[in-house]
């Protein structure tokens, strides 16, 4: 872990004390009956060991299903008992990170997480309370809740994103955009606990103990099938490694130039501000960027001669042959297409992908082929800004590096 | 071609038939449930969930339509009306879809029309029969009650509806053409489960019909179940297919080989009455089991005449090559095991990667695997070779049995070529010797 990542958010400093006080101020005007308020704090602390796979940004534990039901169970009436909730709220994060912290979780990790959700499902609660007793709403019957349960849910989504963007913007080298992008991907995975916790805050009058497999069942179909989801990003994945590992085992490409490629060029994407799916793409272009060269296993090729636009050709083909790497290929076919002739103004159809697979590549070959320093070897890149790289990426390829401190004479 | 066609006329008729003997048979003996909206509503949840129906096995679709009939159906009974009448009527709707339509398609349609409307009759007279003692409100002992009859409804639900999808796929296009099932009970369980919580929130809607929209987020919830497990099977396909791809891109002789080896592996394991879930642990083995050839020179692999000892390690390499390759990909770690042990023989010969334990006897999938190669080797013409006939092949495969073939595999196979009165190979070259003469006559040469 490089030194910005260790960095704390401010905020989740403050996470225990803050607990505490509001466990203070509210607790005692709670009206809910104590035997109430600890099944609820038992409940939410439990559910809060329950990673639900899938949302890698957010950190989402199934306590977000407990914290959505209790508003709407400490009610009667129109009449939230809002002391009782926030109360629940508190102790139960605290619950939760004790049980992290004995558990041995990263807290790193977990620590901005729970100050995220707890601040969030607060303002859902709060909010929830409030519009339940704004007349025209409330109707009396199930029907009332449901407006003000749509608008505190979409106010916990808001604040849980927004949280997310603005304190991993400031603690690692991330763009706001970027941040805020990773956490509207995790928002399905919210928006199920939410809609879980309140299905079985509306059984339980009705079904009682059978509202806990009604909405527990539901939650396990969305919990495997998030995780099958994660299974199935790992699968592509794992699947483009070992492609791109074929070159390598074959003897016809540098060891590990396929994987520290497609570490840099991440580490230049994020500084770059891409898309997330561009970002996607690049990992895998980076990762395949050679596997045209097991064509290379034929002397009959060898002996013709062959040039670097011909691997690109042939990597191009292969990766072609899967239908959800089309897009990929593409980048690959172009890798070694300049960013404008002489001449010529900046080739628009050249995608940030290729330029940067392209410039890092031969980052990469010039290090570990050449034994160049990386000095000397970015100084290479910038000879070649006429028409070979690009001079944003270039810039931004030494921007990560002095980041990393790979010019530090300490390193070399 | 026409006698495919008679048999769906066959099929579409007498299904749609039962579809509609069913229909009627519900509206003369029950009552169409009421308030209108309200069916309407669980109709088009159902009709939106058999539309978005994907394949979680060959040739078997699924969906989460089951949750809204249970909840329908349960609604239904506990409000005084028939559940058969009301899921039957629901059913009819979920095989109009716009594509057959469009494309004047009829067996599609008609065959699911009758397989729906019965599967769907049949829950829900399961429903109609347990539950019709019950009234409002449904407190303690009554949930249990429509706990038990959701189970029900269900199993046969799925059962019905699976058994018709079988017949239909046999009568038209074969025993053949149906790939056992794997991974049922996980499949089955799934839809019981959706089942379970249809039916609580059909006792939960019915009194408090707020819970409407949440409910509908549940069936969503079950959709993307269904639809994770058909991409996650997606994804494993997709890999395999990239892999098989790569071989071909790189070895013309290959084409179509690893394919073939994957249908022999696959006809020896049902004849060793292999369950689902093992044959298709033989069929990613089979499609991946010369991935190491990849890293392997093409000219070895193409050479015609003997390779020197230096070459035979090379291409020897193959075999272990695979695992190097493929050792991060999760689910490939079984298939990568018994491929690597394809070169493995009977009687602890050979050679092969982590599959291969000198002088042990490798596994029964390396063992078919093994078969299925050189069967497929012999019968298809080579670099090196000519095709040779199936019964030279088969004698060729006897003569060996027991050292380098499983006698069990060989046995296995020769019975399912019978049973399928497959014919592979050459019509009449059985002479080694001439068809190894008549490849080297051969002056054309293939290049990438």
């Known amino acids: 872990m490089s030194r910005s990542e260790s960095r704390l958010p401010l905020l989740s400093l403050l996470l225990g004390p803050g607990a505490a006080v509001v466990a203070a101020l509210t607790l005692p005007q709670a009206v809910t009956p104590g035997m109430q308020l600890l099944v609820a704090v038992v409940a939410t602390a439990i559910a809060g060991l329950i990673w639900v796979p899938n949302s890698p940004s957010l950190k989402l534990t199934a306590a977000g299903a407990v914290a959505a039901a209790v508003p709407i169970l400490f009610r009667t009436g129109n009449e939230v008992d809002l002391a009782g909730a926030l109360g629940v709220y508190a102790v139960g994060t605290l619950a939760q990170w004790a049980l992290l912290l004995a558990r041995g979780d990263d807290q790193y990790e977990c620590v901005p997480a729970l100050t995220r959700h707890f601040v969030s499902a607060s303002v859902y609660a709060v909010l929830f309370s409030e519009l339940l007793e704004i007349d025209p709403i409330s109707t009396g019957n199930g029907w009332g809740l449901l407006l003000p349960l749509g608008v505190a849910t979409l106010a916990w989504l808001a604040m849980e994103t927004g949280m997310y963007a603005i304190m991993e913007g400031n603690r690692r080298p991330l763009s706001r ?3 805020l992008r990773m956490a509207l991907e995790d928002l399905d995975v919210l928006g199920t606990l939410i809609a879980t916790g309140a299905l079985f805050a509306f059984a339980v009058p009705y079904l009682h103990w059978w509202a806990l497999a009604a909405a527990a069942l539901p939650y396990g179909f969305a919990h495997v099938a998030f995780h099958r989801n994660q299974a199935t990003r790992r699968t592509y994945r794992q699947t483009i490694r070992a492609l791109a590992r074929i070159p390598e085992v074959a003897g016809l490409g540098t060891e590990g130039h396929a994987d520290r490629t497609a570490t840099l060029a991440f580490d230049v994407a994020r500084d770059l501000g891409l898309e997330p799916i561009e970002v996607q793409e690049l990992e895998f272009a980076a990762l395949m960027h050679d596997i045209g060269r097991i064509t290379l296993t034929d002397s009959s090729l060898v002996a013709v001669g062959y040039t670097d636009d011909d691997i690109a050709r042939w990597g191009a083909e292969i990766i072609g042959q899967a239908p959800y790497l089309e897009q990929v290929a593409e980048h690959v076919r172009r890798l070694n297409e300049p960013y404008r002739h002489p001449g010529e103004q900046i080739d628009p159809s050249l995608s940030q992908v290729s330029k940067i697979v392209r410039a890092v590549s031969a980052y990469d070959h010039a290090i570990h082929d050449r034994h160049l320093t990386p000095l000397e070897a970015i100084e290479t890149l910038h000879q070649g800004v006429a028409y070979d790289f690009d001079p944003e990426v270039v810039a931004s390829l030494r921007r990560v590096l002095e980041e990393q401190g790979a010019f530090h004479p300490v390193m070399r | ?38 069916w309407a509503l669980f109709a088009v949840a159902f009709t939106v969930l058999e539309l978005n129906s994907v394949e979680v096995n060959d040739r078997l679709l699924q969906s989460s339509s089951v949750m809204p009939a249970l909840t329908a159906g349960v609604v239904f009974v506990l409000s005084g009306y028939s559940a058969t009448l009301g899921l039957a009527a629901m059913a009819a709707l979920g095989p109009l879809v716009p594509a057959d339509i469009r494309q004047k398609r009829l067996f599609q349609p008609l065959t699911n029309f009758g397989q729906l409307v019965a599967s769907a009759g049949a829950a829900g007279l399961v429903l109609d029969v347990m539950l019709a003692d019950l009234a409002l409100p449904v407190t303690g002992s009554d949930v249990i009650l429509v706990v038990a009859a959701s189970l029900l409804a269900a199993l046969v639900y799925s059962l019905v509806n699976w058994q018709l999808v079988r017949i239909a796929v046999r009568t038209v296009y074969g025993p053949r053409q149906l790939v056992p099932w794997s991974h049922m009970t996980g499949t089955i369980g799934r839809l019981l489960l959706m089942g379970v919580v249809g039916g609580l929130l059909g006792a939960l809607v019915v009194q408090e019909p707020a819970a409407l929209p949440l409910i509908f987020f549940v069936y969503a919830i079950g959709h993307m179940s269904v639809v994770s497990y058909a991409r996650l099977r997606e994804a494993e396909e997709a890999t395999l297919r990239g892999f098989v791809k790569a071989l071909e891109a790189k070895d013309l002789y290959t084409r179509g080989h690893t394919e073939r080896v994957a249908y022999f592996s696959r006809i020896i394991g049902e004849q060793l009455a292999f369950s689902g879930t093992q044959l298709q642990n033989l069929r990613w083995a089979a499609l991946i089991h010369d991935v190491g050839k990849l890293a392997v020179p093409g000219d070895l692999i193409r050479k015609k005449g003997k390779l020197d000892p230096d070459e035979y390690a090379e291409v020897m390499a193959h075999a272990h090559l695979v695992e190097e390759i493929l050792a991060e990909v999760d689910f490939l770690q079984r298939p990568v095991e018994i491929a690597s042990g394809h070169h493995s023989h009977y009687d602890g ?70 049973q399928t009165g497959e014919i592979y190979g050459s019509a009449h070259l059985s002479d080694e010797a001439v068809a190894r003469h008549l490849a080297e006559g051969d002056v054309f040469d293939v290049t990438f």
């Not at chain 2, 066959?10 to 169409?32: D, H, Q, R």
């Not at chain 2, 080797?377 to 080579?382: G, N, V």
């Open chain 1, 177 to 179: 955009r970027f941040a």
């Open chain 2, 1 to 38: 071609m026409s006698n495919t066609r008679t048999r769906k006329a066959i099929i579409a008729t007498s299904y749609s038939l039962v579809g509609v003997a069913i229909l009627i048979a519900a509206i003369y003996f029950g009552v169409f449930p009421q308030p209108l909206w309200l």
């Open chain 2, 349 to 418: 010969n050979g050679y092969g990667g982590s599959g291969h334990q000198p002088g042990k006897q490798p596994s029964l999938e390396s063992c078919i695997v093994a078969v299925a190669d050189a069967f497929d080797a012999m019968t298809s013409t080579r670099s090196y070779r000519m095709a040779l006939t199936q019964a030279y092949a088969i004698d060729e495969l006897r003569r060996n049995s027991g050292s380098q073939f499983h006698p069990v595999v060989v046995d296995a196979l020769e019975k399912a070529l019978v």
